[in-house]
C-alpha cells in the first residue's frame, strides 16, 4: 500500500499480481531505446538469414549488401550472380517481407487481446477468428474446386477474401452474442461467446469437409499455414490492413496500461473502458483477419511473442506492443526458415513449427498463472 498523501503516478500503472505484498514495485512505462534498438536488429538478422539460407544457400553478407542496393541511390557490388539476385529479389524477399507483416499483426493482435481481456492466455484466435476463417476458406474450396496449388502459391482472389470476410463475421457473432444477456459486455462473457462461436463454425467445417472429402487436402494444406507466395501480390494485400490497425492499436496502448487498473479506477481518470476494449478488440480482430487470409491458420504467436517481451522490456503496454511488432516478424521469419530448412528438401507446414514450439510454451504460461494465482 502507497503512504498516505503521496502523489498518484498514473503514467505508471500498477502489474497485476505484483503488488506492496510482494515487496516489488512496477517497472517505469515506457519503452526503452535499448529494447527498441534490439527489436530493428533483431528484423534485421531475421531478414538476412530468411533470405540467405534456403535450398540454394547464400552468402549472408552478399545479400545484406544486394538488399541495400535496393536503396534509391546506393551501388554495391554484391559478388552475386543474375541467377542469385533474381533469388533473392524476386522469391524470398517478398516471403520474408510477408513473413515480417503476418508475425508482426499477429503478436500484436495477441499482446492486444492480452490486455483487452486481461487474459495471458488470449491469442488473437479467441474470437472465433480462425474459426470463421477456416468454414470461409472450406466453403469457397468445396464450390469452386481450388486446387492444391492455388492453396499454396499465388492465392486466387476468392480464398483470401473468404478468410477475411469469415474471420470479420466471427468476430462480429461473437460480440452480438456476448451482447445477448444485456448491455455489459465483459471480458469473460467475449470470451465465453467466442468459445462457443468457434465451437459452432468449426462443426459447419466439418461438415463441409465429411460431405466433401475430396477437398480434404486442399483444406488441410492452407488450415496448416504457409507463407509461400508467387510474388508481391499476398504483401500488397495485406500491407494496408498491417498500417492501418498496427497505428490504431500503438496510438491507443496507453489506454490498456490504464485498463490493467480496473473498470472504476479507469473511469476515475476519464476513460471509456468498454468503449476501449471494443476499439481494441476490433483492430485486433482486423489484423488477424488479414493475416489468416493470407498464411492460413498459424497459432501460438500471439501468445509466445508478448510473453516474451513482458519478461524481458516489462509490463507496460507502452513497450509490449511496438516490441510485439518487431519481434513477432523476426520470429515468424526465423520460423519459416526453419520450416523450410529442417526437414529441406521438404517443407513442414509453419503451424506445425510454430505448435511445436508454442505447446510446451502454452503450458509453462498456464502453470506460470496458476502459480501467481494462488
Do not use: K
Amino acid at each position: 500500500m502507497s503512504r498516505a498523501g503521496a502523489p498518484a503516478r498514473p503514467e505508471t500503472p500498477v502489474v497485476p499480481g505484483r503488488g506492496a505484498r510482494g515487496g516489488r514495485t512496477a517497472r517505469p512505462a515506457g519503452l526503452r531505446r535499448r529494447w527498441l534498438v534490439a527489436g530493428f536488429a533483431a528484423v534485421l538478422v531475421a531478414a538476412v538469414a530468411g533470405i540467405a539460407f534456403g535450398p540454394v544457400s547464400l552468402p549472408p553478407g552478399s545479400v545484406a549488401v544486394e538488399l541495400l542496393n535496393l536503396v534509391p541511390g546506393v551501388h554495391l557490388h554484391s559478388g552475386l550472380n543474375e541467377r542469385e539476385i533474381a533469388i533473392v529479389t524476386e522469391l524470398r524477399l517478398p516471403r520474408m517481407v510477408l513473413g515480417l507483416l503476418v508475425g508482426g499483426m499477429l503478436a500484436l493482435a495477441g499482446g492486444c487481446y492480452q490486455g483487452v481481456f486481461r487474459n495471458p492466455l488470449a491469442d488473437p484466435h479467441l474470437l472465433g477468428v480462425a474459426a470463421g476463417a477456416g468454414l470461409a476458406v472450406t466453403a469457397v474450396i468445396v464450390v469452386r474446386g481450388v486446387t492444391g496449388a492455388d492453396v499454396t502459391v499465388g492465392l486466387p482472389v476468392t480464398v483470401p477474401l473468404a478468410a477475411f470476410v469469415g474471420a470479420l463475421g466471427a468476430v462480429l457473432l461473437t460480440y452480438l452474442l456476448g451482447a445477448a444477456g444485456g448491455r455489459d459486455r465483459s471480458p469473460a462473457t467475449l470470451i465465453l461467446a467466442g468459445v462457443a462461436v468457434s465451437a459452432f463454425l468449426a462443426a459447419g467445417q466439418t461438415y463441409l469437409l465429411q460431405r466433401n472429402a475430396e477437398s480434404i487436402q486442399e483444406v488441410y494444406s492452407w488450415m496448416l499455414g504457409r507463407l509461400a507466395t508467387a510474388g508481391w501480390h499476398d504483401v500488397l494485400v495485406v500491407l494496408p490492413y498491417a498500417v492501418f490497425t498496427t497505428a490504431v492499436v500503438l496510438m491507443h496502448r496507453r489506454e490498456l496500461d490504464v485498463l490493467a487498473l480496473g473498470d472504476d479506477e479507469a473511469t476515475s481518470l476519464g476513460l471509456h473502458p468498454q468503449r476501449s476494449r471494443l476499439l481494441l478488440a476490433a483492430a485486433a480482430s482486423l489484423a488477424t483477419a488479414a493475416a489468416v487470409s493470407v498464411s492460413g491458420l498459424i497459432g501460438f504467436v500471439g501468445v509466445i511473442v508478448p510473453h516474451v517481451v513482458r519478461m524481458l522490456a516489462g509490463a507496460s503496454y507502452r513497450a509490449i506492443l511496438p516490441l510485439s511488432v518487431l519481434f513477432g516478424g523476426a520470429f515468424l521469419t526465423l520460423t519459416d526458415l526453419a520450416a523450410r530448412t529442417v526437414a529441406a528438401p521438404a517443407e513442414i507446414p509453419i503451424g506445425v513449427v510454430t505448435a511445436l514450439l508454442g505447446g510446451p510454451f502454452f503450458a509453462i504460461v498456464l502453470r506460470t498463472t496458476r502459480r501467481v494465482a494462488e
